[in-house]
């Protein structure tokens, strides 16, 4: 634990490092800032949620229209006064035959795509029976603020935490060799073992760099929104919707999340791809003696994988394309969908979780046999 300290003491003394903290907080400020659009509306939907409650009933109607005169109350009239519940009449074969005519080249791909629909022609009928297409959430914003929250502000925020973290660990194991001490540790009592504490250091300090990330752009967005009458509300209200392929379909989630459920297991989800991320620049810390070097190899590693993630989809090799989507920069990318089917981007239930769990397993694991091959070397 004593050597764990020393190597956050380096870390957390290193001024660029909090340097490109505050960039990071000041560039998603000024995205917070230049989100302004329906604020006021957001707040009275808000204020309306708290007095009548999230679930969109006759009473809810009547009382509404009792409300003093304004137009945000009449926008809330016209957009709430026929609302049915889509999930009743809603078929998922609409979106299976959708994805299977874009991957029809392929009949595996067409029947996992079979497969993942038929799954969520469940989830509609219960999401039917608990009426959460009814829910009001944010009412007519509903789409524009949750996408601004979870798409835009969630992805920067765990972008420059998983950057934060790759360069943590890469300059934990590069320190030594930075400062020209490298064979004075290595002949201690310590020695190679230090390596493994090292890892095991950057893990928590990733962790901690992204809360710091989460909690300074977060503070500030819900002091300027007010979420106190929303965070009851189901995310799959019928006011929330997402487009793939310019194909909307409603938020239909693999499990029941009301908004502050949603955002817990996306700041959850969020933090283990950090972790991923951390571990696979262990990884090429460890094998790549040059930090500079490792910090390339690491960069190339990630957009080649995105690179062939394109490349199989433009060739039509769907088994392959939906292999190369569990990978931690694929997570990343559909982030404004995390727990929902995601369309041509997953092809399981719960892919996102699946694939991050998958990452760390493969990470860790990598980096484990990486520590046992280099400690096995003349690294002098």
């Known amino acids: 634990m004593r050597q764990m300290v020393c190597e956050w003491r380096k870390l957390f003394r290193l001024p660029a490092l909090w340097v490109f903290l505050a960039l990071c907080l000041a560039f998603n400020t000024l995205l917070i800032l230049e989100h302004s659009s329906g604020r006021d509306f957001f707040r009275d939907v808000s204020a309306v949620a708290k007095d009548l409650g999230q679930q969109v009933t006759p009473s ?107 360069l943590a660990t890469l300059y934990l194991l590069g320190y030594e060799r930075m400062f020209r001490t490298e064979s004075l540790i290595f002949t201690a009592r310590t020695g190679r073992a230090l390596r493994r504490i090292k890892v095991l250091s950057a893990l928590p300090a990733s962790l901690v760099l992204y809360a710091l990330l989460a909690v300074g752009s977060l503070c500030p967005y819900f002091a300027l929104w007010d979420y106190g009458g929303v965070w009851s509300a189901s995310v799959s209200s019928q006011f929330n919707y997402l487009t793939d392929m310019l194909y909307s379909r409603p938020f239909l989630t693999w499990g029941d999340f009301t908004v502050a459920g949603y955002l817990a297991a996306a700041l959850a ?112």
């Open 60 to 166: 809810f109607l009547e009382g509404l229209s009792r409300r003093g005169a304004g137009e945000s109350r009449d926008i809330l009239i016209a957009s709430t006064a026929a609302l049915e519940d889509i999930f009743e009449t809603y078929d998922t074969g609409e979106l299976e035959a959708f994805y299977k005519g874009v991957v029809s080249s392929s009949p595996l791909a067409a029947r996992w795509m079979e497969w993942k629909y038929g799954l969520l022609s469940g989830r509609v009928a219960h999401l039917a029976a608990k009426d959460a297409a009814l829910t009001l959430y944010a009412g007519p914003i509903t789409h524009d603020s949750h996408q601004f929250l979870f798409s835009t502000l969630l992805r920067s925020v765990v972008a420059e935490g998983a950057i934060l973290s790759m």
């Open 269 to 380: 989800l969020g933090a283990a791809l950090c972790a991923a991320f951390a571990l696979l620049a262990a990884v090429c810390g460890i094998l790549i003696r040059n930090t500079y070097g490792a910090a390339l190899a690491l960069i190339l590693l990630c957009a080649s994988g995105l690179s062939l993630t394109v490349l199989l989809a433009q060739a039509k090799l769907w088994p392959l394309y939906f292999l190369s989507c569990f990978q931690p920069a694929g997570v990343w990318l559909c982030i404004g969908g995390w727990f929902t089917e995601l369309g041509l981007s997953a092809a399981i239930p719960w892919q996102e979780t699946v694939s991050t769990l998958w990452s760390l397993l493969l990470a860790g694991a990598s980096a484990a046999l990486a520590l046992r091959q280099t400690n096995r070397k003349d690294l002098l």
